[in-house]
């Protein structure tokens, strides 16, 4: 379990996933039409050691910051968003293993420092108490990169205190389940987030952890892992994951119009056949609100992800104000990135329809990333809201 020989600091880590940018944006179009992301991809990402971002050091890893997972993913999602979002969410999957019990790390990385964890928490399948652990059966969906994954979380409902069910994460291998080709979809195709089953298969007591102690600022990993990123509430920032992928898919878009646009000359008769895109003033003003939007998307949440661990690491665990405004920001950054692409395709006319051009999936992919349960305004806003106003958010993630 020693570290690594040297530990990059997250300027390095950036440097290398943007050196990794033009393969990966090369596959874009392949990784959709595939709905996976390729093996070649993750292999890549892998050598250039971007998933070690938030992996304990005990365990290979650099203990840097959940921004800089973030910052990476923002890089990778300029070039393939579906790409981004397995990376994303995987590495910072590798902060959740380390709150789970030593053995339960030991069994993930014991043999295999580099594997990589995907997820699927809605909890649509049942867990039975059985001696020494619990028999999960039935069936899981929406869980993003499972072709590329060694492990899976498997959100369940255990017996809790008193009787009463609790909401509990369990970690099963690759071959223990099934995979289900359901993703046939609109946007983030490439993400390859199918069905997965599972049919009576045990998971040992250690491989089981309840959200409430991963929740706790003591989950059984911080025994282990003594830096303070470990007993960080998980909820207050794991929906970071699926922010920055938005972000970086508006970023892509952006780089894309300026492109398109630098030289192109229009042949429409309403605005004067043969005249420069890059002349008109509407197509300079989209261009400029477009830069402020993902500016100031990426401002929210990588100050968050900053402030609320630097604080930890101060000693200062985020309060329920804190981590009710990381919930919103991550909502609100993704409204803004689909905001930013919406201004773009608006003013991309024709040549932005094909479906080998770039800006129509960015466009399609942004507003997938919205979908997510997590980054649903109206549910997310409306909890922050009761709360501004004095009323009890009641026992919402947060």
């Known amino acids: 379990m020693d570290g690594p020989a040297a530990k990059p600091d997250p300027a390095t880590l950036l440097a290398r996933a943007r050196a990794l940018a033009p393969a990966i944006r090369a596959r874009a179009a392949a990784t959709e039409r595939n709905r996976r ?12 050691d971007l998933f070690r971002i938030v992996q304990p050091a005990r365990w290979g890893g650099f203990e840097h910051g959940i921004d800089t997972v973030c910052e990476v993913a923002i890089e990778v999602a300029r070039a393939c968003g579906s790409t981004a979002w397995v990376y994303s969410t995987t590495a910072l999957h590798q902060w959740i293993i380390a709150m789970f019990p030593e053995a339960a790390q030991a069994d ?18 049942r867990a039975e108490p059985v001696d020494g652990g619990w028999r999960l059966s039935g069936r899981w969906g929406f869980a993003s990169g499972c072709d590329n994954t060694d492990w899976t979380f498997f ?31 609109l946007g983030l195709a490439g993400t390859g987030s199918k069905d997965l089953v599972l049919d009576g298969v045990f998971v040992p007591a250690h491989r089981v952890m309840p959200v409430a102690l991963a929740q706790s600022g003591a989950p059984p990993g911080a025994a282990v892992n003594p830096d303070p990123l470990y007993r960080l509430p998980f909820l207050s920032l794991i929906a970071a994951c699926l922010t920055g992928p938005g972000i970086g898919i508006a970023a892509g878009a952006l780089d894309d119009f300026i492109a398109m646009n630098a030289e192109r000359t229009t042949r429409g008769a309403a605005l004067g056949g043969q005249k420069r895109m890059a002349e008109f003033p509407t197509v300079q003003l989209r261009v400029a609100e477009a830069a402020a939007l993902i500016d100031a998307a990426r ?12 604080a930890m690491r101060d ?6 104000a804190t981590r009710l405004r990381n919930r919103r920001d991550h909502a609100y950054a993704s409204r803004l990135a689909v905001q930013a692409v919406d201004r773009l395709f608006e003013a ?15 466009w399609r992919d942004v507003h997938a990333v919205t979908m997510h349960i997590s980054l649903n305004w109206d549910a997310i806003g409306t909890l922050y809201g009761r709360a501004l106003l004095g009323l009890d958010p009641g026992p919402g993630q947060y």
């Open 299 to 310: 401002l929210l949440l990588l100050r968050d992800c900053r402030e609320t661990v630097e």
């Open 155 to 185: 959100g369940v409902l255990i017996d809790g205190a008193r009787g009463a069910k609790e909401m509990a994460m369990a970690l099963v291998p690759h071959g223990a389940y099934a995979v289900v080709d359901t993703w046939h979809v």
């Open 348 to 362: 991309a006319g024709g040549a932005g329809l094909f479906d080998g051009g770039p800006l129509q999936r960015a």
């Open 315 to 320: 000693g200062r665990a985020p309060d329920v």
């Open 37 to 48: 992301v390729p093996d070649i991809s993750i292999e890549e990402l892998r050598a250039a």
């Open 108 to 125: 993930v990385w014991g043999t295999d420092r580099g594997a990589i964890v995907g997820g699927s928490f809605a909890p649509t399948g």
